[in-house]
């Protein structure tokens, strides 16, 4: 990693790592009376190691002259591997989260243990550090592949995949410390979120370097997909979390916003999260990835374009279905209700343009696990957007809000669009990155398909089952018009339907695991393969069905 750096490049990386020492160093000291130490000292750790790693490298003797390949791709292959162990992580933490509903007492007394720390720690894990960590290197790969260029430098990658891991190992770790700022996916305290503002532009400014250096006039659909995903996730992060810290010295701070406006600008955040981080980004890799494995142009180039404008506007307006039937005005409800609906059209014309692309390769579905993960994920897509633009109906929503209704939403779209959209998009990278002729063993990858679907329908179907149970408990009266059930029994009638959610989730774990191996042994393999696809034929800025 470092070698590959010119030696300004290796100098500036040295008095950011210095910096970052510094900073660390300061809020140790300034908060020595306050949790926020802690993270200082982390910080500096981390920073420490870094000057280490990068100092050693001036001692080197210089390498012969250094053979410049055309993509730069190191940052990428770390990316993967990252995202993987976050994955491991923040999943094998979602199944414990997950028995802990089955055995609620399994928390050892200890604070760090209980279900209250430990659910952000999965859902952060999961979707920031599995799929943020997913997202950065395939955009890099995208990027450099459509635009036919290499990145600016080979420093700023390096600067955000790193800086980013350091984000996220603030945040779950903050919150087993018990760091919380109290807001759903957006956890952690004003400290963490000023560093990943300057990471978040530090990767923005990053793309639109590379974007400005292209070789292909044409921008390839992906990258508007990435491009949209990184400018929105900036807009959302900075605006939801102004908040004043208390001191320098303390951890704690109170959010700019309160009482319903706070409520709002939580959901327009936390909706968009879903929008813009966990569907137009994987929608970038869906773009690039199913038609490059299916050896197909999209279906329609066209569509593709339609339908990006049509997320990326709808999706802004809403967030207000999070928040039917509380304090906010009725109107913007019904606002965030109505866009919702629509809301459907442009996902399914996403969903159907990749399921359409398939026609005349189903017999490589059929064969290629791999493609059949992209082909699962288009379906659940589907299916995940039509139900959350259900969901958003007011009456709807007034059966399945608070319950587990909406959890198995979540993870039909979780585990059924964005990791199975992820692992499809692995098996066929790894082998390109490494230069293998293909993966160490295509059985594995046959058995994560199956492990992951059957994993992904138990969960789904289990929280189906108990969350319309749960919503009918909730409403369900006497003949003398009294609630027929106390909060606790329906919380008794849950202990099955959470179990088999929990060994559902372990089928899904399982899977990841297989992954995490068969990319580990792909890695090691010796057969390297010279003939690689470097610019995949089929797509590139040829949209042969853009007419
Ligand atoms: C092994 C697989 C997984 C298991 C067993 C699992 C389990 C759980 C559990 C038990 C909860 C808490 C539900 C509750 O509070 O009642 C949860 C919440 C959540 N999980 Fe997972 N999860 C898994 C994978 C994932 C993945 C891959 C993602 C995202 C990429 C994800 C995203 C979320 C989100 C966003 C929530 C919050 C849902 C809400 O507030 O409605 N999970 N998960
Ligand atoms: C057309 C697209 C979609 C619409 C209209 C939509 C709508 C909704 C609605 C109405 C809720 C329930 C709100 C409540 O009662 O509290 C919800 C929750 C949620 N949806 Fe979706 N959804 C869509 C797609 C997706 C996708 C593709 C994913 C994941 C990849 C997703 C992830 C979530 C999450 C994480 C929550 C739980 C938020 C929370 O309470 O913590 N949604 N969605
Ligand atoms: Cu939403």
Redesign the pocket.
């Given at each position: 990693m470092i070698s590959q750096l010119t030696p300004g490049e290796r100098q500036l990386a040295l008095v950011l790592s210095i910096c970052l020492a510094a900073v660390g160093g300061f809020l140790a000291i300034v908060g020595k009376d306050d949790i926020i130490a802690v993270h200082g000292l982390m910080v500096s750790a981390v920073a420490y190691l870094l000057v280490f790693i990068i100092g050693i490298e001036f001692f080197k003797p210089s390498p012969s002259p250094r053979r410049i390949e055309k993509y730069y791709d190191d940052p990428t292959k770390a990316g993967i591997v990252l995202a993987l162990v976050w994955g491991i992580v923040g999943m094998g933490v979602g199944d414990w989260v997950a028995w802990l509903l089955v055995f609620p007492e399994a928390t050892f007394d200890a604070g760090w243990a209980s279900f209250g720390r430990l659910r952000p720690v999965h859902t952060t894990g999961v979707i920031f550090g599995f799929g943020g960590n997913a997202l950065i290197a395939t955009s890099l790969h995208v990027m450099q592949r459509t635009c036919r260029t290499r990145l600016p430098d080979q420093l700023s990658p390096w600067v955000v995949l790193v800086g980013y891991n350091v984000f996220c190992l603030l945040a779950v770790t903050g919150y087993m410390l018990g760091i919380t700022a109290s807001k759903?996916y957006a956890e952690p305290e004003w400290y963490a979120d000023l560093f990943l503002t300057v990471i978040w532009v530090s990767y923005l400014i990053l793309y639109l370097r590379t974007l400005r250096r292209r070789e292909e006039p044409h921008i390839y659909v992906a990258n508007w997909y990435f491009l949209s995903f990184i400018v929105v996730v900036a807009i959302l992060h900075v605006i939801n979390n102004l908040a004043i810290p208390v001191s320098l010295g303390h951890a704690k701070s109170y959010s700019l916003f309160s009482g319903v406006q706070d409520a709002m600008t939580q959901w327009w955040y936390?909706h968009n999260a879903?929008a813009f981080f966990?569907?137009t980004g994987f929608l970038g890799m869906l773009y690039y990835f199913l038609p490059v494995r299916a050896g197909r142009p999209i279906f329609s180039y066209r569509l593709s374009i339609i339908s990006f404008w049509g997320i990326t506007f709808l999706y802004m307006w809403?967030g207000s279905?999070?928040l039917h039937y509380t304090a906010l005005p009725n109107w913007v409800q019904t606002l965030g209700m109505t866009f919702?609906i629509i809301?459907?059209v442009p996902?399914w014309a996403s969903a159907g343009n990749a399921l359409l692309t398939l026609n005349g390769a189903w017999h490589k579905v059929r064969d290629d696990a791999t493609l059949r993960f992209m082909m699962v994920a288009a379906v659940f897509?589907g299916l995940?957007?039509f139900e959350?633009?259900f969901?958003?109906i007011r009456p709807v929503?007034s059966l399945?809000?608070y319950t587990d209704w909406?959890v198995g939403?979540?993870h039909s779209?979780?585990l059924g669009?964005?990791a199975m959209i992820t692992f499809g998009s692995i098996y066929t990278l790894v082998p390109w990155l490494w230069k293998k002729k293909a993966m160490y063993s295509n059985a594995l990858v046959e058995l994560h398909f199956w492990l992951a679907l059957i994993g992904t329908l138990i969960y789904v179907f289990a929280m189906w089952n108990s969350g319309v149970i749960q919503g009918l408990m909730w409403r369900a009266y006497n003949e003398n018009g009294a609630l027929a059930y106390s909060f606790i029994e329906s919380v008794e009638a849950m202990k099955p339907y959470y179990a088999a959610r929990a060994v559902g989730g372990l089928f899904f774990l399982t899977g990841v695991m297989v992954c995490f191996y068969n990319v580990l042994k792909t890695i090691r393999m010796q057969d390297d393969a010279t003939v690689v696809p470097e610019r995949p034929p089929l797509l590139v800025a040829a949209p042969a069905s853009a007419e």
């Open positions: 759903e936390g879903v966990l569907t809403v279905h999070h919702s809301l459907v996902s897509y995940s957007t959350g633009s969901m958003a929503n399945s809000h909406t939403h979540v779209g979780v669009w964005v």
